[in-house]
C-alpha cells in the first residue's frame, strides 16, 4: 500500500508511530509500509519524512527496519557513535528547515563498538580520533552517576542524551524551533537483544 498521508504528523504522533513499528519489528508482526511501486513513484517529486533519525552507522542499526516504516519515512542521518560534527548537524537542519519533520530522535545502541573501543582505551586514529572526546565525555558521565549494568551501554545512552541537548540547543535553525515548540529532539537507545526502542 502507498503512503497516503496528506497531513505531517505532530511530533507526538510521530513518535508514536515509530514506536508502533518497533513494536511490530519485535513482535515479528511486520506491515513493510510503502515499499511497494507506488511508495516508490510518489518519492519521486518529494519527500514527506515524518521524522529525522540520527543514529550508529553500525550495520546491526538500520532504523527504516527497526521502526518498520518505508520508502521516504525517515530522513537518516548515520555516523558511527552517532556523534554531531558540522555534517551531521547541517543534515539534521535540512530536515527540519526544508523538510519539515517535526521530530528529531538521536538513537545510541547496546554494544557499541565506537564506545566500546575508547572505554577499553583503544587508540582511534585518523579522523576516528574526533569520535574519542565526546564519547570520552559520556563515560565520564556514566561513571559518575554510579549507573547499574554495562559501562559501554550506560555511556552510550548519555552519548545519545549529550548529543539530543547539542542538537535541541544549537543555532540559529534547530534551537529556535524547539523554543517555539516546532520540533521535539528526543534521545532514544536500540537493545539488540530485545529489539526494542526506549525513549531516555
Known amino acids: 500500500m502507498g503512503r497516503t498521508l496528506d497531513k505531517r504528523p505532530t511530533a507526538d504522533e510521530a513518535l508514536q508511530i515509530l514506536l508502533e513499528g518497533n513494536r511490530r519489528f ?10 511497494c511501486e507506488e511508495s516508490r513513484q510518489l518519492s519521486i517529486a518529494r519527500q514527506i519524512p515524518i521524522a529525522t533519525v540520527l543514529t550508529c552507522a553500525d550495520a546491526r542499526v538500520p532504523p527504516v527496519d527497526i521502526f518498520d516504516q518505508g520508502i521516504g519515512d525517515i530522513f537518516v542521518v548515520r555516523v558511527a557513535g552517532n556523534i554531531i560534527g558540522f555534517h551531521t548537524l547541517g543534515s539534521i537542519e535540512y530536515a527540519v528547515h526544508h523538510l519539515g519533520t517535526p521530530l528529531v530522535i538521536v538513537m545510541s545502541h547496546s554494544c557499541c563498538g565506537a564506545v566500546g573501543a575508547v572505554a577499553s582505551e583503544v587508540k582511534l586514529d585518523g579522523h576516528m580520533a574526533s569520535f574519542t572526546a565526546p564519547i570520552q565525555t559520556a563515560i565520564k558521565r556514566a561513571k559518575d552517576k ?5 559501562l559501554v551501554d550506560n555511556a552510550a545512552k548519555e552519548l545519545a542524551e549529550m548529543m539530543a541537548t547539542q542538537i ?9 524551533y524547539v523554543k517555539d515548540n516546532r520540533v521535539k529532539v528526543v534521545p532514544a537507545y536500540y537493545d539488540f537483544k530485545t529489539g526494542e526502542v526506549t525513549l531516555l
Do not use: F
Open 168 to 176: 535541541a540547543t544549537s543555532e540559529p535553525i534547530i534551537g529556535d
Open 146 to 150: 554510579d549507573l547499574q549494568g554495562d
Open 26 to 35: 519485535i513482535t515479528g508482526k511486520l506491515e513493510h509500509p510503502n515499499h
